[in-house]
């Protein structure tokens, strides 16, 4: 193998691996945009009562449903620890979803809905109603086209 050769694949190497390190790191809410809507609820535990609402009323069959049909996510943050339905996030991609959104891991529970455009719809912190949510959704200009 050449210098000139060796120094261009190591370069490249090194490239691939920053980016892999700054992905891990990065906003997961950036790689949905335009394609799902997220509905993030951020709690300081497991056992939270708005948490548990939530995750209560999607284990049902019929918002379940509503929810998949409406292309929704769900990211959880628990006492720091994110997920996305199901899966694990990095540390970083957790503390930079939490930025973006403008939520604190220890602060009381909160509920964010993220549009297809990335804005932040709907906020609550105490009584959640998925199906007003839904509501909320059917009313938006890309639901009604389709998008």
Do not use: C, H
């Amino acid at each position: 193998m050449t210098k000139t050769l060796r120094t261009a694949t190591f370069a490249l190497t090194g490239l691939a691996a920053l980016g892999s390190a700054l992905a891990a790191d990065a906003n997961p809410l950036e790689a949905e945009r335009w394609k799902t809507r997220p509905l993030v609820v951020v709690a300081p535990r497991s056992d939270d009562p708005l948490l548990r609402r939530v995750e209560e009323t999607l284990s049902r069959t019929a918002p379940r449903e509503a929810f998949i049909e409406r292309e929704m996510v769900f990211y959880r943050v628990v006492a720091g620890t994110g997920s996305r339905d199901g899966r694990a996030l990095t540390a970083g991609q957790t503390r930079a979803l939490l930025a973006a959104l403008g939520l604190r891991a220890d602060a009381p529970a909160q509920l964010v809905l993220v549009g297809k455009d990335g804005g932040a719809k709907v906020r609550q912190a105490a009584e959640v109603d998925l199906d007003e949510i839904f509501r909320t959704i059917d009313r938006m200009p890309m639901r009604q086209t389709g998008r």
